[in-house]
T-cell receptor, first 113, second 114 residues
């Protein structure tokens, strides 16, 4: 079946270092991808998205890379800060009237002082 | 706040109780969703409403009953739940059709069934 998964369930990073969170997806028809951040006690929050006609997109301190050949998505966070500690989800979307999303299980990012 | 408000934030209920979860969005979106989030599992889609009409029921047990009176409000009525229904219930909204920018989620209702 279709699935979206994450390579590392927990990632610990020193404050100031860069973080890379990876995600594999399986549906080649997926054409829209999102990274969400979920802090404790809150719902998932949109971070950055990318469409399948792109392979890289940059935001403020975050970059998403898409490799359609191997169905791989990554989120890079530059100069990781304590406030970045959270669970990060990737989601793949397929348009069928409206978009339907499959979410990954999430990676917990811990920022070490 | 994200523009999607869920109440209550926490709920403890017995297996014979009847309760309701409420979701309200102030974003002008026309699609609303209920998701279940359990520990160590991906988000599970439960129901989808587009323009107040239910367009998807993802094989959810009948003890969960959604209601969408208008595009801004969504309810999840609960009755005779089981302990395994304990989870975080997330409401989300989006603008269906045209460009899509994913969902806006509420903060969720943490449900404990005892």
């Amino acid at each position: 079946g279709e699935s979206v998964g994450l390579h590392l369930p927990t990632l610990s990073v020193q404050e100031g270092d860069n973080s890379i969170i990876n995600c594999a997806y399986s549906n080649s028809a997926s054409d829209y991808f999102i990274w969400y951040k979920q802090e404790s006690g809150k719902g998932p929050q949109f971070i950055i998205d990318i469409r399948s006609n792109m392979d890289k997109r940059q935001g403020q301190r975050v970059t998403v890379l898409l490799n359609k050949t191997v169905k791989h998505l990554s989120l890079q966070i530059a100069a990781t800060q304590p406030g970045d500690s959270a669970v990060y989800f990737c989601a793949e979307g397929v348009h069928s009237g409206t978009y339907k999303y499959i979410f990954g299980t999430g990676t917990r990012l811990k920022v070490l002082a | 706040e994200t523009g999607v408000t869920q109440t209550p934030r926490h709920l403890v209920m017995g297996m014979t109780n009847k309760k309701s979860l409420k979701c309200e969005q102030h974003l002008g979106h026309n699609a609303m969703y209920w998701y279940k989030q359990s520990a160590k599992k991906p988000l599970e889609l439960m129901f989808v409403y587009n323009f107040k009409e239910q367009t998807e029921n993802n094989s959810v047990p009948s003890r969960f009953s959604p209601e969408c009176p208008n595009s801004s409000h969504l309810f999840l009525h609960l009755h005779t739940l089981q302990p395994e229904d304990s989870a975080l219930y997330l409401c989300a909204s989006s603008q269906s059709g045209g460009a899509n920018y994913g969902y806006t989620f509420g903060s969720g209702t943490r449900l404990t069934v005892v």
